[in-house]
Structures are given as C-alpha cells and as structure tokens.
C-alpha cells in the first residue's frame, strides 16, 4: 500500500511515543447506543480526506468506548486510555489524565476535531456501520429485522477507489434504489439499483441477504455488482433510520476494481439532513415525494420487472418520456450524476435551473480559456450566469460546507444529457469572482 505519512503524523507518531499508556477499563455493554468499537476511517491531510489505514498502517486504529465512561484511543497501533463523556447534542469530550480530545459523534461516526491539542482531524465509524441501540442485531428477532431492514428505500450511493475500466466513475455519487424483501425463514431478496448515465450492464444482479441474529453487524450482502462478486457487503441500519449499504469489487469482467457506500432512506422518511452520507438534495427530496417506488424506478431506465413482489400493489410503470430533458423526467430538479460531496451549500436561486446547453457551454469556455488570468479574474458570477444564457447556476455538490465557508463557491450548468461546466469562484469585496473550471470533455471540444 502506498505510504502517505504526513509531518504531522510523524510528529504525532513521535508525540504518542513518549506518552500513550496501555487500554484499561471493564466489558463493553450494550445499554447504551455510543457505548462500541469505532474503527478508523479518514484522516484530513492537506485539505484532503484520506484512508486513515494510508497514513497509520503500523498496527490498528479505533476507538472504543465502554459502559463505566472509560476507553481506548488506538491509533497506529499504540493505545491510550481515555476517560468519555457525550451530551445531548453529540459533543463527545475523550479526556487523557487531563489533555482532551475534542469530538463530535453523530450516527455512528465520531469525528475528531482536534486529537488532544494536536490540530489533527481524524473520523472512526462504528463497526458495522451500526450505532446500537435497539437495532443490534443480537436483540432482534426474524420479524424485528424485517420490520427495520424490510421495505423500499431511495437514496445516494457514491463510488471511490475506482481503477482500471472504472476509473472515471472515481469519486461520483449516484442515486440508488433498494427493496428488501424478507421470507420469515431469515432470508432477504434484495434488489439494488444504482442510477448510471448511458449503458448500465455493470449494476446489481442477484443479490441477497440472510439474517444471523446474534450478528450485530447488519446483515451480510452477497451478489455482483459491476461484473464482480461483493466483497464485505454490509447492509445497516442506524438510529436515524437510515440504511447504509458497502462493498467492494474487483471485475472478473473488466480490468478494475471499485468501493461503494451508499445512505438510503424509507420513501416516507423526511429526515434527511446534510449531515446524512451522502445526503440526497433537498430539491430531489420533495421532488420525489408522494411517488411510489414503481414510479422512481421507471426513471431510472432500467427493466422493473425484475423487481420482487412486496405485495404492496405497486406494479411496474413504463419509463416515461424525458423528451428534450436528456431522458429523465420533466422538470429534473438536479443532475442525477453529481461529484461525491457532502451537500449543496451557497446562495443561488433555489429555483436555479442550471441549464445550458452545449454549445453555449463550449462557446464560454473557449471564450474565458482566451482571455488572460487578469482579464478572467475580474468576471462575477453574474458576468458568467449571463454569458452561459442567464440561467443560475445549482450549487455545486462537490464543495463541502468547510469550502464554501471559507469563501470558495461553486457552481454547475448542465444541459440534461451528461454535460457539465462547473464554474468556481472566490469571494471578494461581497462578490464572487471567477478563478478556475471543471467540465465534461465535450465541454473542451476540439481545443
């Protein structure tokens, strides 16, 4: 594994050294949901979350908190015992004999904000992407998993550490459909679709789930996904509700390999937050609301057939048709394939459109790739809304919350049919100027 050790790992490393102390503390208990194991996840490096296990591969990393208000810090292999407290609104406080660690824990993650004075960032997900409670699998009967897992959801999934044929699927989120449907013998049919832009041969097929019930991981998934047999499938269930599904591939079809996480929903659930991963957008939310499953799957252009009887009713509908609207229904209010970020953030129209067709878009691009840097850079976001046809721009879902705070804006044009044009911007003097894009390559054209 490629080594991406940082100088203030090293110096951390160094630090832990001289003082980290053996873990103590009594058996973990289950009456209380933080109470559990969080394994490492990312770490912020250089404004860049990474794979904690890239850059602390010398032994483990977790985070385990017990039911006296003790615990571990594990990280790199060299553990600490902690003191724990957590308020009601998931400030979570780690103390070690007097230094803390200030964090937060909000559905089964715990992101630490600062490790005891160190300005380090660093997430631990709970094992099995489960945050206790009354979901764990060791307190559920048949009937309980069915009643929490079973049902239809809609939601977000997004697709990293593509290689090979999948590569430019790296770092994309897409909208993604499940039903779970239980047999009563500890069996789950489970059909998952992924919305993917053009030909869609390498999405879920013949996946399933069996239900152990003294596993409190979630339930294990198993089937193909993009030519390749699921490794660690997990699907979960949090407090919140929210269903979260993992796996991994390599192709035996193609040359590449791919990891999914995705966060879904019930359809009748209104709980989506920004803090949700990754969340669906507020306009899609309300959009789709009130449509049966039958009704979002359609518009995924896909065979519904194929999805189990619920006996809910809810037959197959014919795909509609999108008309000039790239295929997908009228009125779409996002684009479907978006960069994998955390939520959509800034002040543009919330009725923003963000249409433009292509040669308009390749027309813009040719024009500002012209210009030189001081000519460019004095160009507002209203300068390039009217060169683009005068539609506002959507937010862009790529920019997280910490970005766009700290004055980084950006903003997408699409034209329905996979071609985008993401203008960012800087804010100065209560403006927003123009620095740099991003664009599909039909946007480049021939240049």
Not at 354 to 380: C, H, I, N, P
Request: glycine share 12%.
């Amino acid at each position: 594994m490629k080594r991406l050790r940082k100088p203030a790992a090293l110096l951390l490393a160094l630090v832990m050294a001289l003082t980290l102390a053996a873990c103590g503390g009594k058996g973990a208990s289950k009456t209380n949901p933080a109470v559990g194991k969080y394994i490492g996840e990312t770490v912020l490096s250089f404004d860049e979350w990474v794979p904690m296990d890239e850059v602390y591969d010398l032994g483990d990393n977790y985070i385990e908190l017990k039911e006296d208000g003790t615990g571990c810090f594990m990280l790199d292999g060299d553990p600490t015992t902690i003191d724990w407290k957590l308020d009601k609104d998931g400030v979570l406080t780690l103390d070690r004999d007097g230094a803390i660690c200030n964090c937060t824990l909000k559905d089964g993650l715990i992101t630490v904000n600062d490790y005891f004075g160190f300005d380090l960032q660093l997430t631990f997900r709970k094992s099995g992407g489960s945050t206790g409670g009354n979901t764990g699998a060791d307190e559920m009967s048949l009937d309980d998993f069915a009643e929490v897992y079973g049902g239809d959801w809609h939601g977000m999934a997004g697709l990293t550490d593509a290689t090979g044929a999948f590569e430019e699927l790296n770092d994309t989120a897409h909208e993604i459909l499940a039903r779970l449907v239980f047999d009563g013998n500890g069996d789950c049919q489970v059909w998952l679709a992924m919305y993917l832009e053009g030909e869609n041969d390498f999405n879920f097929i013949d996946t399933y789930a069996r239900v152990v019930p003294d596993d409190d991981t979630g339930l294990e998934l198993r089937g193909t996904f993009m030519g390749g047999e699921m490794q660690d499938g997990i699907l979960s269930v949090d407090e919140t509700g929210a269903l979260y599904v993992s796996c991994e591939v390599d192709s035996d079809l193609v040359d590449g390999s791919i990891s999914l996480l995705a966060n879904l929903r019930h359809l009748d659930d209104e709980n989506w937050t920004d803090e949700d991963y990754i969340p669906m957008p507020e306009s899609a939310v309300e959009y789709y609301r009130g449509m049966t499953f039958m009704e979002i799957a359609s518009t995924f252009e896909i065979d519904t057939s194929l999805i189990p009887d619920n006996g809910s009713g809810d037959a197959a509908a014919a795909i509609p048709d999108g008309g000039d609207n790239g295929g997908l229904p009228e009125n779409y209010p996002f684009e479907r394939t978006t960069s994998n970020g955390e939520g959509e953030y800034g002040k543009s129209n919330p009725d923003a459109t963000g249409r433009a067709d292509l040669a308009t878009m390749q027309k813009v691009r040719q024009e500002l790739w012209d210009m030189s840097s001081s000519e460019s850079s004095k160009l507002t976001y209203d300068d390039i809304k009217a060169m683009l046809g005068g539609e506002d721009g959507i937010p862009h879902t790529g920019m997280d919350e910490k970005s766009w705070n700290s004055e980084k804006h950006a903003y997408g044009w699409y034209n329905g049919e996979g071609d985008y044009y993401v203008l960012y911007f800087v804010v100065r003097d209560g403006d927003e100027f123009y620095t740099a894009a991003t664009f599909s390559s039909s946007v480049r054209g021939d240049n």
